[in-house]
């Protein structure tokens, strides 16, 4: 009760605090209302973006990785449209840890992300203090609104236009709340002259993008106060690089906190890139600056501090390409080493017995979505493939366990007959209790994350994600008729040999033969014909053994040798076994079937099954 009225009382005295700020201040709430016209116009700006490109985007980073140079020319390029290290850096990391792009065109991506970043700063400077952006943003924001009355992409083009409007009403509101709110102030007083100012100077950058989420954002803050005169250039020089290591905390507990070990090491390489860049730089602070006011003044710019802000910021970001580019490669190498991938186990499900009341404490939880990979249409279907084969691995193992056989017997091995007939062990698991503890927490999990999409999508995604939907409910469906199965299956296992025990031996045999055959159809390499071709052999088979079976099982009733009781169960058991089949059939086919799938398939997985590997 305390822990939840805490939650819930710091934001609210946060906001009567902020409230009272802005009654006692008219010039700190301007400042405030730029800030935050600022920060939702990049949104606007991202969204529309998005919209307008329709997962084209994602798919440009997906093939602008092949060499270094192409992926430092995607970072570069893609923060200049999108206005946005971070956003860039987190996109990167989520197809990262999908496999979309390998962790060597991510660095290289990053690279180009931080170049990218001095041209909205160029941007900025060049609109100066006293250039008025508001008159070019209110024509802005009638045609934006204009535009959202005409169709999808008429919609995604006028959510750039009021972007754009946004951030040059918030760059006025930002101006113009410094001029109110620092008239009573002087920060100047503040030199960074010292070490202790410049280290001051570079933690007040570092939180102010920590707490914006923004290196944009704290560096126009930085720009209005320059242009305002509440800072000198040497102290905006210093918040320039605080903001830089702000973006790579940022990005770096977002690493950390991601299950998957590509992303922590993405996320580790911009923590090394954007440190050590600003720590290097920070010991070379005084000549830079001497650098900068030397190369301004060559070009007629040195009475300008706004661009002598800009042109530092691309001579510190492009300092730091030049000082980790000759290493990617061994970069990369060292990041495997530190951040290995944990083996894959060759059996997921090894416990022994599972008591009950520790279902929910252990339940088994799904792997691969991590959150930043609703970011991009073709990440959040890569992490989905991937759990849909974490999902069919459990699912084949579970629907072992409820015949009684070691998940081994999967493997093209001989059939142990020995396993086949004998009774289910004393320490059997339960079905349902394996259902409870390893299915159904990973099924809730990719609803809930498909669910979370909300990023557009073009037919042949919308047909991918039905499908994935359709994958999921069959294979859950495959293991909820196990169970129904495991109970008769068991109990006749159970006794002395009998017509009723070997049906139940013969109906076990087949369900054991058709799993292998289905798990390894879908590993197989065959051409597309006959592929097909076996799959209906498959089904000819099992439409045969359903027709014998029934046939034998009359047979043993007409002779006595089986009564009305133990001939429902057999039937009904027969139902199940048929729908098990009919389940994984159904799964196999959309999902190895689906070209969307194969092409999202990663290179290095070409020989593991998707959804029924084990």
Known sequence: MSSRFLKLSI??????VLSWSFWSSQGWLQLCAGLALFLFGMQCLEEGLRELAGGKLEALLGRSTSTPGKALLFGIGGTMLLQSTTLVSLLT???ISTGLIQLAGGIAVLFGANLGASFGIWLLALAGQNISLSPLALPLLVFGVLAGFNGPKSRAAGRIVLGIAFIFLGIDGIKEGFDAFGAGMDLTEYRADGLSGQLLFVAVGAVLTMVLQSSHATLMLTLAA??????????SLAIAIGANVGTAVTTG??????????????????????VGTALVTFALLQPL?????????????????????ALFHTLFNAFGVLLFWFWQERLAILLLRWL?????????????????????MTSTRARYLEEEALDSVDAAASAVTRELRHLGRLSMEVICHALYLPVEQLEPVPIDEH????????HALDADVLYQRHIKGVYSDLLSFMGRMHLPQDEAHQTFWMNCQVVSLQLVDAVKDAKHLQKNLGHYLRQDESIVRKSYVELRRHLLETLRELRALHRSELPETLWRERLQWLDDRAAGFDGEFRKRLFMAVRNKQLDGLQTSSLMNDLGYASRIIQSLRNAL??????????????????DESLILGV
Request: hydrophobic residues 50%; negative net charge; proline residues 6%.
């Open 253 to 274: 507990l977002v690493g950390a906190l991601s299950g998957n070990r590509s992303g922590q090491r993405l996320a580790l390489v911009h923590v090394l890139f954007n």
């Open 11 to 16: 934001p609210v005295l946060g906001l009567l």
């Open 289 to 309: 600056n001497w650098l900068v006011l030397w190369a301004s003044g060559l070009v007629g710019l040195g009475g300008n501090s706004l661009l002598q802000l």
């Open 226 to 235: 320059l242009a305002s005169g509440q800072v000198d250039l040497a102290q």
């Open 93 to 95: 990391i989520a197809f």
């Open 340 to 360: 290995p991938e944990p083996e894959e186990p060759q059996v997921l499900i090894a416990e022994l017995v599972v008591p009950e009341q520790q279902l929910e």
């Open 589 to 606: 086919l959309l999902g190895a079937g689906e070209e969307l799938t194969r092409l999202l398939q990663n290179e290095d997985d070409q």
């Open 419 to 426: 396993l086949l007939h004998a009774p289910p062990d004393a």
